[in-house]
């Protein structure tokens, strides 16, 4: 069984900072990309950013400048600072990432996070 477990969600004032944490835990033997989504009530699901194994990143255009995405390939942990935070940034951030699961399988899946509620008011 593979977790992950989102921390760090919170209620800011605009222009205020916060950093998320994702942590997977369990049978894991590897994760290639790990990621952050958001959603906000009544709008669809949408990728913030992810970061490659090796450390390659890409965002939304809505966080360039603003988040960093970053990992601990030790601690199979993912992170994401958002700083400049506006009213619009509001929604459930959820963290996703590709699993291998099994020793014996070569096969990576998508696991997804609860989600950790980010809010921003103005």
């Known amino acids: 069984q593979v977790q992950l477990v989102e921390s760090g969600g919170g209620l800011v004032q605009a222009g205020g900072s916060l950093r998320l944490s994702c942590a997977a835990s369990g049978s894991i033997f590897g994760i290639n990309t790990m990621a952050w989504y958001r959603q906000a009530p009544g709008k669809q699901r949408e990728l913030v950013a992810d970061v490659t194994s090796g450390g390659s990143t890409n965002y939304a255009d809505s966080a360039k400048g603003r988040f960093t995405i970053s990992r601990d390939n030790a601690k199979n942990t993912v992170y994401l600072q958002m700083n400049s935070l506006k009213p619009e940034d509001t929604a459930v951030y959820l963290c996703?990432?590709?699993?291998?699961?099994?020793?014996?399988?070569?096969?990576?899946?998508?696991?997804w996070g609860q989600g950790t509620q980010v809010t921003v008011s103005s």
């Open positions: 996703n990432a590709d699993i291998r699961s099994s020793w014996t399988s070569r096969i990576f899946q998508e696991y």
